[in-house]
């Protein structure tokens, strides 16, 4: 079985976030003043063959933690789901 | 009402990935046989005040557009969602 991991590093709550400090201060020039917060981090789409969906899970966690996650600055959230045949084939 | 989008921007289709061909290595490297392909992309997390979801979803897309991607080598997709109460007040 195939499944899509989506994996998203954030910086730690508390950890300075210049590039989102920055892209506020852009939105807030273009006169959007209603948004409150930006939070910018790293989306990571990662294609995994496995039996099944736990073990697609372990090795999304395994591979976010272990090579792109920085555990004293970031935190990561890990979702696997599974491949449809449409998209499959389509590759 | 208060809503938070979330905005991943990645490389289109076609477009080379750089630091998503340079994961795979790494993660070949490691023994990780069943990982097939790994794209990396920005992930924006932004909090919204607006009267309702479609008016959020409209920001959030005007925002992706203007700031956070470059048309002619990058795709974005926006998910809103209603932030709860809790979430608000743990603020």
């Known amino acids: 079985m195939r499944f899509i991991a989506r ?3 954030e910086p730690k709550d508390g950890v300075l976030d210049p590039q989102g400090k920055a892209s506020m201060k852009v939105v ?7 948004v409150d917060d930006i939070r910018v ?3 990571i789409t990662v294609e995994i ?10 090795i999304a966690s395994e591979l976010a933690y272990k090579i792109f996650t920085n555990p004293v600055l970031e935190k990561y959230e890990v979702s696997v789901f599974e491949m449809k045949k449409a998209e499959v084939i389509e590759k």
Chains 1, 2 share one sequence.
């Open 7 to 9: 994996i998203v590093v």
């Open 28 to 34: 807030k020039r273009l006169g959007y003043e209603f």
């Open 41 to 43: 981090g790293k989306h």
């Open 49 to 58: 063959q496995a039996t099944n969906k736990k073990m697609a899970e372990k």
